[in-house]
């Protein structure tokens, strides 16, 4: 059975770094795409973040450009995504889901999420 | 950016009701459009890819389609379970954007 579990939330003050990572099981980070989403409290969804299937390119949400990067280590099948300059405004649960194919797709596998509290 | 506009935002219904949301893309999309279902505090589920198809699992009451840039989510016959906030997601191209949200109440 797929599954993705998410780890590394928590608080932190503005202006500082935190890293998430992401573990899958059941699947092979070799043969699919994992992404990072974003969900502020009480709003909707927000895409933040992947690296392409070969590890080659990586994309990113206007709102993290430039202040979070995404990696992978996939001979442990975990995908981080490291976040730096840290505004109130990433205050959010963190999700990772699993593409349905190559190239900008569906998720159709999600992780439990984990919370990011970004605060003084 | 490809803006998704999702209406209503709420929606009140009854159980048995046939419940009908709507998502119109900013540009074309081709049939690259997605719905998920999320109830509080727990991760979306894929109910629809590909604009009309199923996920596996799904029951049939939930169906999508499309009419030119405009998609929609129907639900037939409400049961219980469905009362939730429902998404619409495009994956046209990067970034990939989704709908504010339906939230579907009692």
């Known amino acids: 059975q797929m599954q993705l579990v998410e780890s590394g939330g928590g608080v932190v003050q503005p202006g500082k770094s935190l890293r998430l990572s992401c573990t899958a099981s059941?699947?092979?980070?070799?043969?699919?795409?994992v992404h990072w989403l974003r969900q502020a409290p009480g709003k909707g969804l927000e895409w933040v973040a992947v690296?392409?299937?070969?590890?080659?390119?990586?994309f990113y949400g206007d709102s993290v450009k430039g202040r979070f990067s995404v990696s992978r280590e996939t001979s442990n099948n975990t995908l981080f995504l490291q976040m730096n300059s840290l505004t109130t405004e990433d205050t959010a649960v963190y999700f990772c889901?699993?593409?349905?194919?190559?190239?900008?797709?569906?998720?159709?596998?999600w992780g439990q999420g984990t919370l990011v509290t970004v605060s003084s | 950016e490809i803006q998704m506009t999702q209406s209503p935002s709420t929606l009140s219904a009854s159980v048995g009701d046939r419940v009908t949301i709507t998502c119109r893309a900013s540009?074309?999309?081709?049939?690259?459009l997605a719905w998920y279902q999320q109830k509080p505090g727990k991760a979306p589920k894929l109910l629809i890819y590909?604009?009309?198809k199923l996920e596996s699992g799904v029951p049939s009451r939930f169906s999508g389609s499309q009419s030119g840039t405009e998609f929609t989510l129907t639900i037939n016959s409400l049961h219980p379970d469905d009362f939730a906030t429902f998404y619409c997601?495009?994956?046209?191209?990067?970034?990939?954007?989704f709908g504010g949200g339906t939230k579907v109440e009692i």
């Open positions: 889901a699993k593409s349905g194919g190559v190239g900008p797709n569906f998720f159709d596998t």
């Open positions: 059941g699947f092979s980070f070799n043969n699919f795409v």
């Open positions: 690296m392409s299937y070969d590890g080659d390119s990586k």
């Open positions: 540009q074309s999309i081709s049939s690259w």
């Open positions: 590909k604009a009309s």
């Open positions: 997601q495009h994956y046209n191209s990067y970034p990939l954007t």
